[in-house]
């Protein structure tokens, strides 16, 4: 495999096996999130390809601009031809669009190797860093494959941590409950245009964010950057705030930065395999 794999456990969080963070510079290494003992992989190409540039300088200027979208179930189809209609056009060259394209497209083919899923999320979007979301786990369906592919094109790099650095599984839950709370009653204080309250909670969630209370004192987040591929396992949604174990990746945006391109892929539903064909005896 790549440069450098971190192994890490922490029995509180419920990983009975060593739960590895691996942070590679060989892109076929991403294939490895389908093992069990594998919370993310996360491919840090040795150079970017020199459109980068060029598509990073018109998202930071807000010239080349995508509004925050979700296809909650489509398939490789679907997302072509959504990328064909709705990827800005004339911010930067034609062909830079085309390989975005690919690009994107290349993240769901690598998903469709997998086998496991059809039909895939699309979250994409063109935003500058905001407080709106802090450390958390994604999620998918009850049952859906917890496979998925994270890619930010440009700007500020993605914040991670892994379970040796976590406290307990407890702490953790409480900070992303509080943080929830808190988000509620932030929306509550816009629609009510309470500036005063506005300003108290918008503090008490920068607070509790530079705090994280979940985090072992002696430790940092850890930065996966701009540029890199991200592979890592979601939570089934179903089981998010139960006693059964989760192996899923705890990351969170920039607080503040450039606006960035956010691409991520991941599965809708289960693979829909053909029945096998009845052998022997014939139903009537």
């Known amino acids: 495999m790549g440069a450098a794999a971190m192994t890490t456990s922490h029995p509180s969080l419920g990983l009975t096996d060593d739960a590895i963070i691996l942070r590679t510079d060989i892109e076929s290494d991403l294939d490895v999130i389908t093992r069990a003992d594998i919370q993310a992989v996360i491919y840090v190409p040795p150079t970017l390809p ?7 300088a018109s998202v930071e200027a807000s010239w080349f601009q995508i509004p925050r979208t979700q296809l909650p179930s489509a398939a490789r189809g679907d997302i072509e031809t959504w990328l064909d209609i709705n990827l800005p ?46 450390f958390h786990v994604d999620t998918v369906p009850p049952g859906v494959p917890v496979h998925g592919l994270l890619r930010v094109y440009n700007g500020a790099g993605t914040l991670y941590t892994d379970a040796r650095d976590i406290i307990d599984a407890d702490a953790f839950f409480e900070y992303l409950g509080r943080r929830e709370r808190l988000a509620r009653e932030r929306n509550e204080a816009r629609a009510d245009a309470d500036i005063a309250g506005l300003c108290r909670i918008e503090q008490a969630i920068i607070e509790l964010d530079r705090a994280r209370p979940f985090m072992r004192t002696d430790t940092v987040p850890r930065v996966a950057p701009a540029g890199s591929i991200v592979a890592f396992k979601h939570a089934d949604i179903g089981l998010l705030w139960s006693n059964t174990p989760l192996n899923a990746w705890v990351h969170c945006s920039p607080m503040e930065g450039r606006p960035r391109l956010v691409v991520n892929v991941s599965p809708a539903e289960r693979a829909h395999r053909p029945a096998r064909r009845s052998e022997g005896r014939t139903a009537h």
């Open 89 to 134: 056009r004339g911010a930067v060259a034609e062909a830079v669009v085309e390989l975005l394209k690919a690009d994107i497209l290349g993240l769901v083919d690598r998903l469709i190797s997998f086998g496991l899923s059809s039909r895939f999320m699309l979250r994409i979007f063109t935003e500058a860093p905001t407080t709106e979301c802090g």
């Open 50 to 56: 020199d459109w980068f540039a060029e598509l990073s």
